[in-house]
């Protein structure tokens, strides 16, 4: 065996144990959430359910509270999603393929957003959503949520517009195009992979958020799933079978997102990190 082959083998086996090191937290979910009250609390740790049940995931999907949860969680991710690609992305055309004065510096300011934490965040939010009425509407907490998602939009449709060559533009001109038309049936098409990564990322970022939905739906029945996980702590103790599978149904959808975009989102966002 020669010294390449060897070290290919290594590193398979590395990269082997550190996906089980990083799926194994999923894997834990899961099993328990498929565990009676009895196993789980046993004195015998189980690596798998012994006594397998599906009532926390029946219990959850028949529990109202959830179900409502579930459609506020859809609506405000979709609602960031398009806020977040409405924004960004002509934003991103626009420092891509235009020269303007100070762009360097706009750039800068759109990195720095990236780095403020949401705490800092929520105070003149808040009081800017009071009072024009946003409180308690699914909006609000989308609005801030995209705030963030934008530049992170504008930091990587930027480096594929300004690949994109001129000739594709001007030809679309010629042929008859407006700049609106030739924005959507020219270059969106020719960057779809960094625009499949920032559409997916900014979903999530909708799908993941606990703070600004938590500060600014001052309505309980309101909140997404991620800020209604509480309501399995009781009084008599934690279920933890279905806090289990309550997570399993949080998480699923973005390992799935990842499992069938993976292409996507990992070449958008190498491919966006290195063109110029």
């Known amino acids: ?3 390449e082959k060897r070290s290919n083998i290594i590193n398979s086996i590395i990269a082997v144990l550190i996906a089980l090191l990083f799926l194994f937290p999923i894997y834990w979910l899961l099993t328990m959430s498929f565990k009676s009250d009895e196993e789980i609390f046993g004195k015998i740790l189980t690596y798998y359910p012994h006594d397998f049940t599906v009532a926390p995931w029946i219990d959850n999907f028949r529990d109202p509270a959830f179900l409502r949860s579930l459609k506020n969680s859809v609506i405000i991710s979709i609602l960031t999603m398009c806020l977040a690609l409405i924004f960004g ?19 800068l300011t759109f990195l720095v957003t990236q780095m403020l934490p949401a705490s800092l965040m929520l105070t003149p939010m808040y009081l800017i959503f009071n009072k024009v009425g946003l409180l308690g509407t699914y909006l609000g907490p989308a609005i801030a949520i995209a705030s963030g998602s934008v530049p992170f939009i504008v930091v990587t449709l930027r480096p594929y517009f300004k690949g994109v060559p001129v000739a594709l533009d001007d030809a679309a001109r010629i ?25 997916v990322l900014s979903f999530l970022s909708g799908w993941n958020d606990l703070v600004y939905s938590m500060t600014f ?33 949080l998480v699923l959808p973005i390992v799935l997102i990842f499992v069938f975009l993976q292409k996507y989102i990992v070449g958008g966002m190498t491919a966006g990190a290195v063109k110029e």
């Open 89 to 107: 992305v002509p934003t991103a055309y626009g420092m891509g393929k235009y020269k303007m004065k100070g762009s360097r510096a706009f750039l």
């Open 217 to 249: 739906n001052v309505k309980t029945e309101m909140r997404p799933l991620t800020a209604n996980i509480y309501k399995f702590q009781t009084k008599y103790g934690m279920k933890w079978n279905s806090i289990m599978a309550y997570g399993a149904i």
């Open 175 to 199: 042929d008859g195009c407006g700049v609106l038309k030739s924005f959507f049936m020219v270059m969106i098409p020719a960057i779809k992979t960094g625009i499949i990564t920032v559409t």
């Open 1 to 3: 065996m020669n010294k």
